[in-house]
Nanobody
Framework: VQLVESGGGLVQAGNSVTLSCAAS????????MAWFRQAPGIEREFVAV????????YYTESVRGRFTISRDNDKNTVYLQMNSLKADDTGVYYC????????????????????WGQGTQVTVSS
């Protein structure tokens, strides 16, 4: 499975940006999808996860109410809409795919994800 993120860039604090992650190689609907991010000098952290049919979503506390994860299985794409951005949201954002049901139970466990994109940089200026 190949994952390609897009949509990052430089954005002012308080503004919004939407990231996309296009998947190819295997039926997209087989995978639980997630977004992680990594800021300079900080370990990669979980941001959000969405189940195969979009019925379940879960967010890390720092983005809850500001970010929305969604997916379009017909377009093989997962999205991360980010509103009210803060300087702390700066980092490289990665999408990840997991074929394991355990990923919904332990979405923060990066070792449960089988495939990763190359990442897209989001820089929030204050």
């Amino acid at each position: 499975v190949q994952l390609v993120e897009s949509g990052g860039g430089l954005v002012q604090a308080g503004n919004s940006v939407t990231l996309s992650c296009a998947a190819s190689g295997r039926p997209f609907s087989e995978f639980t999808m997630a977004w992680f991010r990594q800021a300079p000098g900080i370990e990669r952290e979980f941001v959000a996860v969405i189940s195969r049919t979009s019925g379940v979503t879960y967010y890390t506390e720092s983005v809850r109410g500001r970010f929305t994860i969604s997916r379009d299985n017909d377009k093989n794409t997962v999205y991360l809409q980010m509103n009210s951005l803060k300087a702390d949201d700066t980092g490289v954002y990665y999408c990840a795919a997991s074929a394991r049901t355990a990923a919904l139970l332990r979405p923060r466990a990066s070792d449960l994800y089988d495939y990763w994109g190359q990442g897209t940089q989001v820089t929030v200026s204050s």
